[in-house]
T-cell receptor
Framework: EAGVAQSPRYKIIEKRQSVAFWCNPI?????LYWYQQILGQGPKLLIQ????????DSQLPKDRFSAERLKGVDSTLKIQPAKLEDSAVYLC?????????????FGQGTRLTVV | KQEVTQIPAALSVPEGENLVLNCSFT??????LQWFRQDPGKGLTSLLL?????REQTSGRLNASLDKSSGRSTLYIAASQPGDSATYLC?????????FGEGTQLTVNP
């Protein structure tokens, strides 16, 4: 089966610019996650979707970050305006169950550098 | 709030050695615990998933154990190889959230 697809793989932007990342989860997976991983740290959850509804966005900096999952499939994560501290790898993951009983699969990530 | 800790942060071993990576979590009400491997510049690859009702899982040279009562999991790697060099992350699933540790950076020297 195809894995979780993310694009772009790399992005370099200047601070105060905007950027968007795209994720296509494994077919049939209802739950989609966006994580932020700063160099040397473990991934931190930004937002979790169940189908096209938000389950958990408590750690999403809503003043600059936004995410949507149209039709319960693909998702986009946007940052506007970007700050230097947003430099990180943004990981998308999907599971078939929002309860956490099942295995989480991750994409290759998008490495963002803000200069 | 679930907190996950991994010890050691970094480990360097000679090829062929057996090794243990440790993971501890504060909230024992977990659905499962998952071990991942991350190569530099890459995403996370799932290695093993242990359901809360299980004690251990094995895949090839890898064996992961889970002790919910003590809030601990270990990843045992037998006969380590240079290709095992990577960062290993554990993640505890509780509620609807997957919480990660900071990872253990493993280097296996030829």
């Amino acid at each position: 089966e195809a894995g979780v697809a993310q694009s772009p793989r790399y992005k370099i932007i200047e601070k105060r610019q905007s950027v968007a990342f795209w994720c296509n989860p494994i077919s049939g997976h209802a739950t989609l996650y966006w994580y932020q991983q700063i160099l040397g740290q473990g991934p931190k959850l930004l937002i979790q979707f169940q189908n096209n509804g938000v389950v958990d966005d408590s750690q999403l900096p809503k003043d600059r970050f936004s995410a949507e999952r149209l039709k319960g499939v693909d998702s986009t994560l946007k940052i506007q305006p970007a700050k230097l501290e947003d430099s990180a790898v943004y990981l998308c993951a999907s599971t078939s169950s929002w309860k956490g009983y099942t295995e989480a699969f991750f994409g290759q990530g998008t490495r963002l550098t803000v200069v | 709030k679930q907190e996950v800790t991994q010890i050691p942060a970094a480990l360097s071993v000679p090829e062929g050695e057996n090794l243990v990576l440790n993971c501890s979590f504060t909230d024992s009400a977990i659905y499962n615990l998952q071990w991942f491997r991350q190569d530099p510049g890459k995403g996370l690859t799932s290695l093993l998933l242990i359901q809360s009702s299980q004690r251990e899982q094995t895949s090839g040279r890898l064996n992961a154990s889970l002790d919910k009562s003590s809030g601990r999991s270990t990843l045992y790697i037998a006969a380590s190889q240079p290709g095992d060099s990577a960062t290993y992350l554990c993640a505890a699933s509780s509620g609807s959230r997957l919480t990660f540790g900071e990872g253990t950076q493993l280097t296996v020297n030829p």
